[in-house]
């Protein structure tokens, strides 16, 4: 039997539960949490010998690229989980190709070369990004592996 492990890097306040009552503008002001929960994800994934792929937010690629290299390094797949957590069924086709798909895959993509998939795990692949994509465009990016 082959398992796989996915985890969602992003902050505990870009949580849908949240949307209602922290508003985006926001964002800035609250601590974060994030690079100490990955690094304590990444260690105890380092003891029991596991890999994972883990989605990182643009948002979070911009701010903290170091705790994106430092999952590279230790051997795991990074993916896109879009910039600013969007939900795709919430977003017409022109919102979700100026949703920061393109800058998400850039942050992740400048921080490692092991990005992959270029949509969240809830959406899909690459044939998400040219179904949303202006005619004529390219996709946002793509599996550097």
Known sequence: ?????????????????????????????IPGR?????????????EHGTRATFFVLGWVADRHPEVVREIAAAGHEVGSHGYAHQLLERQGPEE????GLSTSCARTASATTRVSSPCSRAGG???????????????????SR
Request: with cysteine; proline share 3%; glycine share 4%.
């Open 96 to 99: 979700f190709a100026d949703s």
């Open 125 to 143: 692949t690459a044939r998400m990004a040219r179904a949303g994509s202006r005619p004529g465009s390219t996709p946002a990016c793509g599996s």
């Open 34 to 46: 994030v690079v100490a929960n990955v690094r304590r994800l990444l260690a105890l994934l380092a």
């Open 1 to 29: 039997m082959r398992n796989a492990l996915t985890i969602d890097v992003e902050e505990y306040f870009q949580a849908h539960a949240y949307a209602k009552v922290i508003d985006r503008a926001d964002w800035e002001r």
